[in-house]
């Protein structure tokens, strides 16, 4: 009995991709099942803790030639696209496109929402509070630069919550039509000129540096005037058809930008979650002690503390504070309760699954 031939690779491949296809529309209609069932009692912010949740486990299970990365990426359009079908979400985020903040909405939403580019962070905050998007995006903190004043003024302004991060790393490259040689001026956000200032000194000293509102912007000029350049993605210089001059040119290897995801509700717990909060305590000896005492007695670890100045007050403070942990756990609602006691003002501003810096 002649053996049984094997399929070529390619064939082998065709046959592998119809089955993706199917085992694909079957989660789809599994996703469209579940969201009949459940009408309208699962909220959107929990739908997508508990995509984050499973990412994060599927990820965690990836043992072949693919790498991390590139699983979630796959896994993230896939979740994506079966949201897609019980509900198109709008989020908001700072334009203009190919902006950090537009590869942070992409990585974290995938392409099956309408993202909404806007002109600043405050503006991505109205879209929200208004109900104009379901969600936006707001850079937090930069580990070069740390925090972002104007997203943590928004927090003290108006009412929206925290419902998941990204932390990504930021990989700058110097794009432009001309030779490294002959650039004259660097346009790029105040962030990543700041971000690239040791580079910027060594490799192009004589060069003037010009700040403007985003990265993408920058990119759109260097493509436009002769002897400019741009520090931004290298998505935006795909876009902008412009030629890579440099690569990776941030002074800190390890440049990570986090990014807050905000919304109108917080996810339910997942297995790894943080809660942010933010309070005001008197102007008296011992007062902030006394209040981080709290978490110390409730066992509630920290993982970030920053001190902001109360708008319009001489020398009030706000301290913005994560800790591990869901506001729904019985350790942060006593120590919640007692802060209300020790603290002049006191907003939980949301629980969020726990994000890994990914490029």
């Known amino acids: 009995m002649a053996r049984k031939k094997k399929p070529e690779p390619q064939a082998k491949i065709a046959q592998l991709d119809r089955e993706l296809l199917k085992l694909l529309q079957d989660r789809a209609r599994l996703i469209l099942k579940l969201a009949k069932r459940r009408g309208a009692k699962r909220s959107i912010s929990s739908a997508l803790g508990v995509d984050e949740d499973l990412l994060a486990q599927v990820v965690g299970l990836s043992r072949g030639p693919l790498g991390r990365q590139s699983v979630r990426a796959v896994f993230r359009e896939v979740m994506s696209g079966c949201r897609s079908l019980v509900r198109q979400l709008k989020v908001a985020f700072l334009g203009p ?49 740390g925090r972002i004043a104007d997203t943590l003024d928004m927090f003290t302004r108006l009412p929206v919550r925290i419902c998941g991060e990204v932390e990504m790393e930021i990989n700058h490259t110097l794009l432009g039509k001309c030779s490294r040689t002959e650039v004259k001026e660097v346009y790029s956000r105040p962030q990543a000129l700041s971000q690239c200032r040791n580079w910027l000194a060594k490799h192009l ?38 030629d890579i001059l440099a690569e990776k040119i941030e002074d800190n290897p390890s440049n990570t930008t986090r990014f807050a995801v905000i919304g109108n509700e917080s996810p339910q717990r997942t297995s790894n979650d943080r809660t942010a909060m933010f309070f ?53 609602q006593n120590a919640v309760a007692a802060l209300e006691s020790k603290t002049l003002r006191l907003e939980i501003l949301g629980s969020f699954p726990v994000s890994k810096a990914e490029q």
């Open 97 to 145: 496109l190919y902006s950090y903040s537009h590869l942070a909405a992409i990585h974290h939403f995938g392409h099956s929402v309408e993202l909404v580019p806007v002109g600043s962070i405050a503006a991505v905050f109205e879209e929200v509070n208004r109900g104009h998007c379901d969600f936006g995006l707001v850079p937090v903190e930069n580990s070069t630069d």
């Open 280 to 332: 005001q305590t008197e102007h008296r000896f011992g007062a902030l002690v006394d209040a981080l005492a709290i978490f110390k007695c409730n066992r509630l670890n920290l993982t970030w503390i920053e001190s902001f100045p109360v708008p319009g007050s001489d020398r009030a403070y706000l301290f913005f504070v994560e800790l591990e942990g869901h506001e729904t756990d019985e350790r942060v």
């Open 205 to 242: 000293p004589s060069a003037r540096t010009i700040e403007v509102t985003s990265t993408s912007t920058a990119a759109q000029l260097a493509k436009e005037k002769p002897g400019a350049a741009a520090i931004a993605s290298l998505e935006a210089g795909v876009h902008y058809a412009l």
